[in-house]
């Protein structure tokens, strides 16, 4: 299908682009990469009267170090953050999760920012956002703030950015010492949206697990923080029946949705198998 | 509100403008407004591949980006691919390795091709297959067009 008509703007400052965002309210959206909005307006799922591209505002791409972490810029493409050995060093839990999104032409395109703006909820950033702690820098009319990862994610496709606001940079905390991540996702095919995954992100003191964040997508309608299961490493080493309470404990702490690739049931199973995958390996690892 | 929006692009290195609603994708402009018909559309929503083009250097879908946005870039389809000789020998093999039937995929997993080839020109099979994930093909099972890339690369001189 085609989109439904709508005027297109194309600012070239920050400033302009809040402008035209605050002029037009609920009746404009903000355009990033397109990666996931242009598939919902070519459905007409969603048919905003404006479109406000903000490919040509300056500023707003990069990867940089902030204070003891990295600043990602909204319009940094994933192909760039993939690539990028400042991730790779600083963020690994976002490095391994760039090759789970979509596909190389479509990582070609679609932003960082983009994708933690649309807050799709088997997407894979915005659950490595909320395991790492990382905090939302928002611009609008009376200047900018900030939000952290776990107030952002409100509910389905819904953050806590307003109309008139425009998301511009994430602030991701250098990883500390100690401190490892492991991320796994289980989907039909390569590059599909998942049917669950998981973004862990925990410490490791002398074999022993500390503290430490299981966010899975997939799992409900923003990212979710099995944090009760997840208090259930502390002070452990791995071991296969470390492994068997986590997946029971997350049966019942999970509560996800069901669709046509998975019920509830199969989720909340899968959910137990991705975290005795992943912790397992990220245990091991010296 | 004005729904429309002038457009400046080179397309297989020719100048085009045009004056289009602004909600025309990439691949609908190529197709409707220029002619070049070489580019699919299948999915209209960014799953299937058919519509893949070179935009800046970079293969990117045609359905998932707005002509607009085009505006001033760069962009080269299989029209102009095949005109300069840049992926003959990719083409030669696909044909040599029944790469392709119905040859509707075949396009965009030719301009896939060229990326990875590009980006990673000793790619494992495993790496082939990964690459192209984005772009369905209902006829070969890709086995055979796993098997072309590694063709044209062993021409080359490159790991068979």
């Known amino acids: 299908m085609k989109p439904a008509p709508f005027a297109y703007f194309r600012p070239e400052s920050l400033e302009d682009a809040i402008g035209v965002l605050v002029e037009h309210g609920e009746d404009a959206r903000v355009l990033a990469g397109g990666q996931s909005l242009m598939a919902t307006l070519n459905m007409r799922l969603s048919a905003p009267a404006v479109l406000v591209d903000i490919g040509r505002v300056p500023g707003l791409a990069g990867i940089e170090r902030v204070g003891g972490g990295l600043r990602i810029g909204a319009m940094t493409r994933h192909a760039e953050v993939e690539a990028s050995d400042l991730i790779g060093s600083e963020a690994p839990l976002i490095a391994s999760a760039m090759p789970h999104i979509a596909h190389p032409a479509v990582r070609n395109r679609g932003t960082f920012g983009g994708s933690i703006a649309f807050a799709d909820p088997a997407a894979e950033l ?13 611009a609008g009319k009376g200047g900018t703030r900030t939000v952290d990862a776990d107030a952002f994610f409100r509910g389905l496709y819904e953050t806590a950015l307003e ?5 511009t940079a994430v602030d991701v905390p250098g990883i500390g010492a100690g401190w490892r991540s492991g991320f796994m996702e289980l989907a039909r095919r390569h590059g599909d949206y998942a049917m669950i995954g998981l973004a862990a ?12 964040r299981l966010v899975f997508f997939g799992a409900g309608e923003r990212p979710v923080s099995a944090v009760r299961s997840a208090a259930l490493l502390e002070g452990e080493s791995w071991s ?7 997946a029971d404990a997350l049966k019942e702490e999970l509560d996800p949705f069901e669709d046509l690739n998975a019920d509830a049931a199969m989720r909340r199973h899968l959910a137990g198998i991705l975290v005795q995958r992943t912790l397992g390996p990220l245990a091991a690892a010296a | 509100m004005d729904t429309n929006v002038e457009i400046g692009l080179r ?12 909600r025309m994708n990439l691949v609908d402009f190529l197709r409707e407004e220029l002619g070049l018909t070489g580019s699919h559309v299948g999915c209209e929503h960014g799953v299937c591949g058919a519509c ?17 946005q085009a505006d001033g870039a760069d962009v080269w389809t299989i029209e102009g691919l095949s005109d300069t000789g840049e992926i003959r020998d990719l083409q030669e093999a696909f044909v040599e390795r029944n790469a392709l ?3 509707y995929c075949t396009p965009g997993m030719l301009l896939t091709c060229a990326e990875l080839r590009e980006r990673n020109p000793a790619a494992s099979r495993q790496e082939i297959r990964e690459f192209i994930s984005g772009n369905y093909c209902r006829c070969t099972g890709y086995e055979a067009i796993v098997d072309a890339f ?3 690369r062993a021409r080359e001189g490159g790991p068979s």
């Open chain 1, 126 to 138: 915005p659950a490595c956002a909320v395991a790492l702690g990382a905090r939302m820098t928002i």
């Open chain 1, 163 to 167: 109309p008139g606001e425009v998301l």
């Open chain 1, 201 to 212: 992100h925990v410490e490791m003191v002398d074999g022993r697990f500390g503290q430490g």
């Open chain 1, 240 to 246: 296969d029946a470390l492994g068997a309470r986590l």
């Open chain 2, 11 to 22: 397309v297989n290195g020719e100048q085009a403008t045009r004056r289009i609603e602004a």
């Open chain 2, 52 to 68: 893949t083009v070179r935009v800046d250097g970079r293969i990117v879908r045609g359905c998932l980006m707005l002509a607009a």
């Open chain 2, 101 to 103: 039937q119905c040859g």
């Open chain 2, 150 to 152: 590694e063709m044209a």
